[in-house]
C-alpha cells in the first residue's frame, strides 16, 4: 500500500514536538458544478521544533503516534521569512 502524503500550511506551533498543518483540497460541488475550497487540519509531529507558523510542509502518514496524531513531516518545502 502506498504512504499517503499531503502538501500544506503551518496554522499553529504551541505544542511542544507537534505542529497543526491545514491542507485545501479543491472539488466541484455535486449539484452545481463550482469548485470550492475544503481544508482539513492534522496534527503532525515534529521532532526537532524545526516547523513555524507559515512554513509550506510535506506531512507523511504514519503509524498512531497520540490519540489524534497520525502524521509526520517528511520536510519543510518553504520558510517564512521571519522581521
Known sequence: MA???RVGLVVSDKMQK??????????PHPKYGKIMV????YKVHDE??????GDRVRIRETRP???????TVADILNRTVEV
Open 3 to 5: 504512504v499517503k502524503e
Open 18 to 27: 507537534t505542529i497543526v498543518v491545514a491542507v485545501e483540497n479543491r472539488v
Open 38 to 41: 475544503r481544508t482539513k487540519r
Open 48 to 53: 526537532e521544533n524545526a516547523c513555524q507558523v
Open 65 to 71: 503516534l497520540s490519540k489524534t496524531k497520525r502524521w
